[in-house]
């Protein structure tokens, strides 16, 4: 399984504070592992937003919105719940 992050990510990744971007890093981490094993899914804090659009946590506050397309995850944006509401309306 291979992650690519989109642009939006990078650019979202670069407006969340230093200290939380090990929260970041540790979930997308996981990703590859936990996508590979449903039964995981609910403890890992993955959720499904839309069809084929999905969220995992990174920490209590921040989310990583991702799709997922065959072997290859596209990560897409980070921020609290209030921005990837945004996300979501501007770009589904």
Known sequence: MTIYPHTSYLRAVKRIPKGEHSDIY???SRLPEILGNPHQH????IRRLYQGVFEVRAGLRLRIVFTVHGENV???T???HDHVREWLRNNL
């Not at 609910?42 to 804090?45: L, Q, V």
């Open 74 to 76: 596209f990560l897409h």
């Open 42 to 45: 609910s403890g890992a804090g």
């Open 26 to 28: 540790a979930a997308v």
């Open 78 to 80: 980070v921020g609290d």
